[in-house]
């Protein structure tokens, strides 16, 4: 089992910046992990994903530099640092283990964080 908490979620204007973390307990160090997104009305996307031993890293095509995932192995904490947010990134973030890009999905999410960006 994998518990995942996510927090720093908020209302930025465009053009703004936020950090996302997550906090992960339990069996997780076996998975990648990542992000996942739901925008209103929208399908669910793929963000970004990373392997905790190699620190690969993996992102959605419209992420376009502007995101970053990290982790910090010390604290089991999983960070997305978004810069040049738009009105479309808009959506509520999901930390995920084991995400998948097609279909987008995972094996265990958090509750999710609610990003807003208005223009």
């Known amino acids: 089992q994998v518990q995942l908490v996510e927090s720093g979620g908020g209302l930025v204007q465009a053009g703004g910046s936020l950090r996302l973390s997550c906090a992960a307990s339990?069996?997780?160090?076996?998975?990648?992990m990542g992000w996942l997104r739901q925008g209103p009305g929208k399908d669910r996307e793929f963000v970004a994903a990373?392997?905790?031993?190699?620190?690969?890293?993996y992102y959605g095509d419209f992420v376009k530099g502007r995101f970053t995932i990290s982790t910090d192995n010390a604290k089991n904490t999983v960070y997305l640092q978004m810069n040049t947010l738009i009105p479309v990134d808009t959506a509520i973030y999901y930390c995920?283990?084991?995400?998948?890009?097609?279909?987008?999905?995972?094996?265990?999410w958090g509750q999710g964080t609610q990003v807003t960006v208005s223009s």
């Open positions: 995920a283990a084991n995400p998948y890009n097609t279909p987008p999905r995972a094996d265990y």
């Open positions: 990373i392997t905790w031993s190699s620190g690969n890293t």
């Open positions: 339990g069996r997780f160090k076996t998975y990648r």
